[in-house]
């Protein structure tokens, strides 16, 4: 049965309720549920509604267009979506109700329901899979593949991995799964399958347009973009597992200024704390915050400090958070965390919780000048991953833990608004659709420092981009990483060069093998953590320093173009790191270029991802580049043999 109400198309079926609506430039949603009712959960999406739907009900169906997008719906239920017309996408039916093609005796279903217990469902959703299409975004995930055509992806978060369920298609569409359930995805060669392992409803939306820059300013506009980049936190972040105390930290500060090598942001790790949750400097190793925050500010250095969501049982503030169920619950055992101490995880998805860690960072931190926040451990990260242990504010974590790195960046985000700060700038290990909003740099996590991990991070930061995160960066040379070991310095130099025209640029990492005792044996505060070996640009031999400080510098001069590029990030929903075919896509060769990107729409960047390689092939679109390092002007359209010698990244600028 079909009809129409709130100017969205309704289909009912064997319990079944569909709806469509139009929302957004181009745009479709699509909902489903076996449920009485659908629900009124947003997830993502904003109240965007559109003004240019058109219903048609008839004996063969029913269409919905929004815009040069329309869903066709046959009377059992099958959804055919086209662009002007044509056929895009297709639900994958093989039923002996359905008249298709394909062999009905399979008995399998676009739309699968499986009852679970406690009564709502787990729930696949099948499409078509069309030859010879390209798909990209999804967020971060530690692999080298940047077309995800023929990958299965975890939709969960994970310490280094993000799942942001928006992807891209070649073939001219943009796909949101619209739903912050944990469960599974697969762009397989004969079938594309979305997976939850616990839903209500069904829940996606579609747009198209031509060019990739299209569909991503449409899906942005729904979803929401990121605000303007503070200018101060363009260049160099300098940090380091990690600084133990005030003193440290001033020193790290000084040498920079001393040498003359601007510093926007420094870093202040783990453990400067009493306990987990108590979120306060330890007072024996940091005496004076806003005394250090003032002196820092005198060299033009901004202040970030680490904040972790775990509330130690012997914290301050455990009794009163779990009284007032500020706490996420384990459904089975008394702990969600185990390192350095026994904890339970704040529950980024309740509103009072919210408001709770905020006002206690902002008496803590914020009153001394600290206006930068590292919301490390944001997936959360569990002691085991049991996704079905944990029940949330929001619901179960099966249903809804994926929201929790958005809402915890919301959680801050919203405090610093309301005291009246501008240049909202936090990082964190994790988002979820829309995050970017909230002013989150997402870092790529706790990876190893070797050449495979470098190329990862190059297909994670230009998926996540493509996801709508545009403000991205990692920890330069690895975290987990022996800086003894042979070629680590060619290493570092590979990585801080491709860093350098990323959308942030910062040295991180616990740099081994450290054998430096602690500060003190007590059993908690800020001695008794364990801390790397030295971090800074100088670090690692008067070699590495000069090529490290030229990059920096370059950085520097590369300002005003950087903030040409945030302000596209924050007004069109562009990513900083582009593919080549973002900026070219009619350029066929473009869709098949997986080890260069654009760095905005001026930068061809060709990074060295691999040990010992001192020249490498370059594709350069049509039109004429500048080789920034010699001047040399080439014409486009063709390839040519860069050289790459150890201290030089190739990159030309588009004239």
């Given at each position: 049965?079909?009809?129409?109400?709130?100017?969205?198309?309704?289909?009912?079926?064997?319990?079944?309720?569909l709806c469509i609506s139009a929302q957004g430039q181009d745009g479709l949603?699509?909902?489903?549920?076996?449920m009485p009712q659908l629900t009124g959960e947003d997830w993502a999406l904003s109240d965007v509604r559109t003004k240019r739907e058109e219903i048609v009900i008839s004996q063969e169906g029913?269409?919905?267009?929004?815009?040069?997008?329309?869903?066709?719906?046959?009377?059992?239920?099958?959804?055919?979506?086209?662009?002007?017309?044509?056929?895009?996408?297709?639900?994958y039916y093989r039923c002996y109700e359905y008249h298709t093609p394909h062999t009905p005796s399979l008995r399998i279903v676009a739309r699968e329901?499986?009852?679970?217990v406690g009564g709502d469902y787990a729930f696949t959703l099948r499409f078509e899979s069309a030859e010879g299409e390209?798909?990209?975004?999804?967020?971060?995930?530690?692999?080298?593949?940047?077309?995800l055509k023929g990958c299965t992806l975890e939709l969960a978060q994970r310490n280094s991995q993000v799942s942001v369920p928006f992807l891209l298609s070649s073939r001219g569409y943009g796909f949101l799964w619209n739903n912050p359930a944990v469960g599974q995805v697969t762009f397989g060669k004969n079938v594309t399958e979305?997976?939850?392992q616990s839903l209500k409803q069904c829940d996606y939306w579609l747009t198209v347009g031509d060019t990739p820059k299209k569909i991503i300013n449409n899906y942005t506009e729904i979803v929401g973009r990121a605000p303007e980049f503070p200018e101060n936190a363009l260049g160099l972040w300098q940090c380091k597992l990690r600084y133990r105390t005030q003193e440290e930290v001033l020193e790290v500060a000084r040498e920079y200024h001393r040498r003359g090598i601007p510093l926007d942001v420094i870093v202040i790790d783990f453990f400067h704390w009493t306990r987990q949750g108590d979120w306060k400097f330890d007072k024996k190793y940091w005496p004076d915050p806003a005394a250090m925050v003032r002196e820092l500010a005198s060299y033009g250095t901004r202040c970030m400090v680490s904040i972790w969501p775990t509330v130690d049982k012997k914290s301050e503030n455990f009794a009163a958070m779990r009284e007032a169920g500020l706490l996420i619950t384990p459904e089975r055992g008394t702990q969600c965390f185990d390192f350095l101490g026994d904890s339970y995880i704040y529950d980024a998805t309740n509103p009072q919780a919210r408001a709770y860690i905020w006002d206690k960072c902002r008496q803590n931190y914020f009153d001394s000048g600290i206006d930068m926040f590292w919301l490390d451990e944001a997936e959360p990260e569990y002691t085991v991953y049991d996704f079905d242990n944990y029940r949330y504010h929001a619901g179960t974590q099966l249903q809804a833990g994926n929201l929790y790195p958005r809402d915890h960046a919301k959680a801050f985000y919203d405090g610093q608004r309301a005291?009246?700060?501008?240049?909202?700038?936090?990082?964190?290990?994790?988002?979820?659709?829309?995050?970017?909003?909230?002013?989150a740099v997402v870092w790529s996590g706790d990876i190893y420092g070797n050449f495979q991990s470098l190329r990862d991070q190059f297909a994670a930061g230009l998926n996540i981009g493509m996801a709508g995160i545009p403000w991205w960066t990692t920890d330069i040379g690895g975290f987990f990483v022996d800086v003894k070991q042979p070629g680590y310095k060619e290493l570092l130099l590979r990585w801080f060069e491709f860093a350098t025209f990323c959308p942030v640029l910062r040295m991180h990492g616990d740099k081994g093998p450290s054998d430096i005792p602690a500060l003190d044996d007590r059993e908690f505060g800020?001695?008794?953590?364990?801390?790397?070996?030295?971090?800074?640009?100088?670090?690692?031999?008067?070699?590495?320093?000069?090529?490290?400080?030229?990059?920096?510098?370059?950085?520097?001069?590369?300002?005003?173009?950087?903030?040409?590029v945030m302000r596209e990030a924050s007004e069109k929903g562009y990513p900083v790191m582009r593919t080549l075919f973002f900026e070219f896509p009619q350029e066929e060769e473009s869709w098949n270029i997986e080890d260069e990107y654009m760095f905005g729409s001026r930068y061809l960047v060709a990074p060295v991802l691999y040990e010992g390689v001192r020249e490498r092939e370059v594709w350069l679109p049509k039109g004429k580049w500048r080789d920034i390092r010699d001047g040399k002007v080439y014409r486009g359209g063709t390839r040519i043999r860069a050289a790459a010698p150890l201290e030089e990244i190739p990159v030309y600028e588009r004239i």
């Open positions: 049965m079909f009809f129409e109400k709130d100017k969205s198309l309704y289909f009912r079926r064997q319990g079944e309720t949603r699509v909902r489903s549920t076996k029913a269409c919905i267009v929004n815009g040069r997008l329309s869903a066709k719906i046959t009377p059992l239920g099958q959804i055919t979506f086209c662009k002007d017309g044509e056929p895009l996408l297709e639900e329901y499986k009852p679970t390209k798909l990209y975004g999804m967020g971060q995930y530690q692999q080298p593949y940047l077309d979305w997976k939850a005291a009246g700060q501008k240049d909202i700038c936090n990082l964190l290990r994790c988002a979820w659709v829309g995050s970017q909003k909230y002013a800020g001695g008794f953590c364990h801390t790397g070996l030295p971090n800074e640009l100088w670090s690692f031999g008067e070699d590495v320093y000069e090529v490290l400080k030229k990059y920096t510098m370059l950085r520097v001069s590369m300002k005003p173009n950087l903030r040409e």
